[in-house]
């Protein structure tokens, strides 16, 4: 319904703030970005699918290789655990835990060890107070709240605003949805070095042979695409949103 309202602002190419941008423009870049994400995920998923396939020479489970990488980044105080779902592997600096999901967690694939490192590195990032992942930590509960808010604040923005001609409850939603952005720009520095720490870490202590590494590097290079592709929809939308407020006010 809102998406309907929305769309039916002008689209006669009148200048948006900054960028010159049209809505129908940034509605554009919203779509090829949607293809490019579409395209990553099957990626991802065909690469995923290939290494979690490929067997470790040494046998361990995600679950045994995460312990390791715990154990020698001297952290003892982070539990892993396996939960339900596919895809659900994340770690919980709340509870302490790296949660692996069951294909992970019992699996000795090289998809496998990838993924379960890449979690611990997130577990390394809190114990050593990386100052991204205290950012990120910090914006959760304000995002979670924009995020559900903010449509509904720019439709009774935009009804105001043809009430009283001012668009200032427009941009308080604006401004929501900038918080939805900045949140998933910040996660990207958080997500490339916990990737990073796994793939060092599984290279310096010899736990992946070399052959073997090239397919962790794959898989986790894949994921990140995804998080670059969700930050890029997340401005595609400020963008949009920006540009239809404009032209809404001209
Ligand atoms: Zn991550």
Not at 33 to 45: D, S
Not at 58 to 86: F, P, W, Y
Not at 138 to 144: E, T
Not at 182 to 198: G, K, Q, W
Request: proline share 2%.
């Amino acid at each position: 319904m809102i998406t309907t309202l929305l769309q039916s602002g002008n689209y006669d190419g009148q200048s948006a703030l900054l960028t010159n941008l049209t809505t129908s423009e940034a509605f554009f870049l919203i779509i090829i970005i949607g293809l490019v994400g579409m395209v990553v995920q099957a990626r991802l998923r065909s690469v995923f699918n290939k290494y979690s396939n490929v067997g470790l020479s040494n046998s361990m489970t995600g679950a045994e290789i995460a312990e390791k990488m715990l154990r020698d980044h001297n952290i003892h105080n982070v539990r892993v655990t396996q939960v339900n779902g596919v895809l659900t592997d994340h770690y919980n600096p709340a509870t302490l835990t790296v949660n692996l999901s069951e294909a992970v967690y019992s699996s000795r694939s090289i998809a496998a060890a990838a993924v379960a490192c890449h979690e611990c590195g997130h577990a390394v990032q809190h114990a050593q107070g990386y100052a991204p992942l205290q950012l990120r930590s910090s914006l959760v509960p304000v995002v979670n709240f924009s995020a559900r808010m903010a449509q509904w604040v720019i439709l009774l923005g935009i009804i105001m605003m043809s009430v009283s001609g001012s668009a200032v409850v427009c941009w308080i939603g604006v401004g929501m949805i900038a918080m939805s952005a900045l949140f998933s720009i910040v996660t990207l520095p958080v997500e490339y070095n916990a990737s990073d720490r796994a793939l060092e870490w599984l290279e310096s202590s010899r736990t992946l042979r070399a052959d073997e590494m090239d397919g962790a590097k794959l898989s986790l290079c894949w994921a990140a695409r995804t998080y670059l592709v969700a930050a890029l929809s997340a401005i595609a939308s400020l963008l949009y949103y920006i540009a239809l407020i404009n032209n809404r006010r001209d």
